[in-house]
C-alpha cells in the first residue's frame, strides 16, 4: 500500500512540475536559510560551556556612580582588591583569578612577533578554566613568575616541529619567559581569547590590595551548591562598610557576579576581554529563522491549496471509487513528505555550500561540523517532521474533505474558504518582507550615522601603532622624526586608543587626595600634543607642555608632579564651571596635580553610552603611537613611517591600523547583524514573490475563458494585466499597512540601546511600500501579460 502511495505522489509530482519545483525551491531556500542562521546561533549560544566548572565560575563586574551621574556605570575591568579579599573574606568562593592584558613584542632567536592576545594571570587560572593541556602540568604551568604557557599553534609558530616545553621567549626586548606548557588553540567560543598567558606575578600591581585603578579581569570559581547572589550581597556589605563615608557623600561602588555563560550574551558591562554578542540579536535572528521556515511552509501550503482546484476531479473519482477519507489523506501527506525530503537534501546542500560565504559574512567560522553528529541528525529529522506537518497537514486535510458531488459538477472554483485562506497567507508572506525591508533601512541609517557621526575626536587619516608598552624616552626620538616626515602633520602617544578607554581611575579634590575612593572616571595617560593630533577642542586653559612631560617624569617619584586636562562632564561632576575649573588641584590615584584646561565633551568609548567623566595627563607609559596624516601619498608615508620605526625600534614589529576602522570595528556585532537582516530580507521577498508568482500562475488558468471573452469584446491588454494583477496588488497594499506600526516599533526599541540615534522617517515606510508593489507588480505582470497577449480564440476554445 505504501509503494502505491509513493509510486502515486511521484506520478503527481512529476505531471504537476511547477508547482512541484516552485514548492521545492521556496522550501529549499527557506530550509538552507534555517540551517546557517541555526548553526550561527548555536555557535554563539555554546559559548565559554566547554568548560568543566562552568556552572560554578562567575565575572565580577565594577559597578560605580557619583553624585552627579544620571546612571551607574558597569565595567567588566577590576580594581586589584576583589579577588584576593573576597576570597579570603567568603568561605563560599572556592578560588579566583586575575587577568590582565600584557599585549608585547616576543621574540625567539630570529622569530620577532607582536602577540596581541597575550594575557597574565594568577596560577590557579587552569584550575578554574578548563583549557586542554597537550604538553605540561596544568596544576603548575604558572607557578614560576617567569612562566608561560602557549597554543599550540603559538608553539607551531615559533619553534616549529620542536618540542616548545622549555624554551625561553624574550618579551618586550627585556624579560626572558619559560615555555611551561602547551595548549590546545583556545576555542572561538571561548569569551578568553589568548595565544600567550603568563603569571600576574611579574606585573608591578600584583601584591597590591587596591579599590581604584580598575584594569584587571576577575573570575570567582563558586564552591558546589553556592548562590551566586548570596556572594554578591556579601561582597557589596564588605564594600558599603568599608567605603561608608564615601558612600554618605554619595559616591557608591559594587559588584555584581555574572555568570560565566552569559558573560558574552547577555552582559551589558563595557570594556570586556573579547567584544560580546547581544542576546537581543540572538532573539532577533532566531525570529528570522522561525519566520523564513514559516514563510517556506505558508508558500508550499498556498500553492497546494491553490492547485486543489484542479485536483477537484481526481479526488472526486476516488471518493466515488470507494476511497476513505483516510487513504486519501495519507496520499497527499505522502506528497507533502516527498517535497519535504526533497526540500531538506536541496536545503542542507545549499546550506552546506553557503557556509563559507556565510562564515566571512557574519565573522565566525562556521559549518556543518559546528553541531555534534547526533545533534545535527536529531534537528533535520525534526525539521523534516516539523515541515512536513505546518506545510502537509492543513492541504491534506482540505483536499481529502471535498464533497465528491460537488467536485464532480464542478463547483468547487465558487467556494470562498480556500480564497480567503490563500489571501491571508499573500498578506502574512509581504507583511514580513515589508517588515524586514523597512528594519533593515533603519538599522543601515543609524549605522551610517554612527560612521558619521561627529565624536568630538577627528579619527579620519589617523595611523594608530600598537606598541605595547613603552616609555615616554623609548617614543620621543621616534615621534620627533617621524614629525618631520612629508605628508605627517602631527604625532602623539596615548595609553588606550582614544576611541575605546579603558582605564579606570578615582580623582578627588587635592584636599581629599589621601581618600581611597572619590569619584569614579576614566582616565587617559597622553603625551603632549594629543589634542592638537585628534583635533579635540579645548574650551578653557592649555594644552600639555614639555614642563608638564618632564615634571610628570621625574625619576624621583617624591618630586612629581602633574598636569590635567578635563573634560567639561568632569568639571561639572567636581562642582566647577569650565572657566573654575583652570587651576584647580586634583587628586588621581595617588597623583596630585593642577587642572590645566578644560575640553569639550567627545566620546571615548562607544556611543551606546552617554559621554562621561574623563582626565587626561602626561604620564611616561604609553601603549599607542597616533600619526595624523595629511592623506596624501599615503603608501609612501606609511613606508617612511615603518622606515623609521625598524631603526628606531628593531625589536618590535611594525603593525599599524587606522583610527577611523578601529571605530567602525567597535560596532560589528550591529554591522554583521544589519548585513545578515539584509541578505535574509532578500530571501523573504524571493521566497514571497515566488509564491505570488505561482498563484499568479494559477489564477490566469483559472480565468483564460474570461481573458479570452473580454479580448474578444474589445478590451486592451493593459486593461487585462490590472484586471488580473490588481487583486494581488491590493494584498501587497494591505501588507505594507499592517507591516510600518510593527517595523517602527521594533526599530523604536532597538534605537533605545543607542545615546546617539537618528529619528524615523516617514520616507523609509512609503519606499519599503513602493518597492513591495512594485516587485509585487513585476512578479505578477509576467503571468497577467502572457494571458493577455495570448490568442482569445486559442483560449476559448481550450479553456477550462
Known sequence: MIKNYIKTAWRNLVINRVTSLISIAGLAVGIGCFILLATYLLNELRYDRFHANASRIVRVVYNYKSTDDAEAKSVAVTPTAPVPVFKQQLQEIEDGVRIY??????????????????????????KIFSFKFLRGNAATALKDPSAVVITASTAKKYFGNEDALGKVLKVNNKQNMMVTGVVEDVPEYSQIKFDMIGSYAITEHSKTRRWDSANDYSYLLLKPGVNAASVQQKMNTYVADMFKDDFRQGHKMWFTLEPLTDVHLKSEATYSLTPSGNIKYIYILGAVAVILLLLACVNFLNLVTAKAIERGHEIGVRKVMGAARTQLFTQFIIESAMITLVSLLGGLFLADISFKWFS???????SLQTWNTSWLIMALAGLFIVVTFLAGTYPSLYLSSFNPIVTLKGKLTNTSGGRTLRRSLVIFQFVVSVFFMICTVIAGSQLQYIQHLNIGIDRSQVMVIDIGGKSLKDIKSFNNEVTRLPGVLNVTA??????DVHGG??????????????????????ERNFLKTLGIKLVQGIDFTDADEKRSTEADENKR????????KAANALGWKANEAVGKHIGLNGRTGEVRGVVQNFNFASVHQEITPIVMFTE??????????????????????????TAFNPATPFE?????????????????????LTAFTLVTIFISCLGLFGLAVFSTRQRVKEVGVRKVLGASVFSIVKLVSGDFLKLVIISVIIASPIAWYAMHRWLQDFAYKISIQIWVFIAAGAVAIFIAFITVSVQSLRAALANPVKSLRSGD
Open 101 to 126: 592584558w600584557y599585549n608585547n613584542p616576543v621574540q625567539y632567536q630570529d622569530k620577532l612577533f607582536n602577540e596581541k592576545r597575550f594575557l597574565l594571570a594568577d596560577e590557579p587560572f587552569f
Open 656 to 676: 599599524y591600523h587606522f583610527l577611523d576602522q578601529e571605530f567602525d570595528d567597535m560596532y560589528k556585532a550591529e554591522q554583521r547583524t544589519g548585513s545578515i
Open 494 to 499: 596615548s595609553y588606550d586608543s582614544p576611541v
Open 505 to 526: 581611575y578615582s580623582i578627588n579634590h587635592a584636599d581629599g587626595k589621601n581618600s581611597d575612593y572619590n569619584l569614579s572616571v576614566t582616565a587617559l595617560p597622553v
Open 620 to 645: 611616561d607609559y604609553f601603549g599607542k603611537v597616533l600619526i595624523k596624516t595629511s592623506g596624501n601619498n599615503l603608501t609612501q608615508t606609511i613606508s617612511a613611517v615603518k622606515e623609521k620605526w
Open 561 to 568: 608632579s602633574y598636569g590635567f586636562i578635563i573634560n567639561e
Open 360 to 366: 566571512d559574512f557574519s565573522g565566525q567560522q562556521l
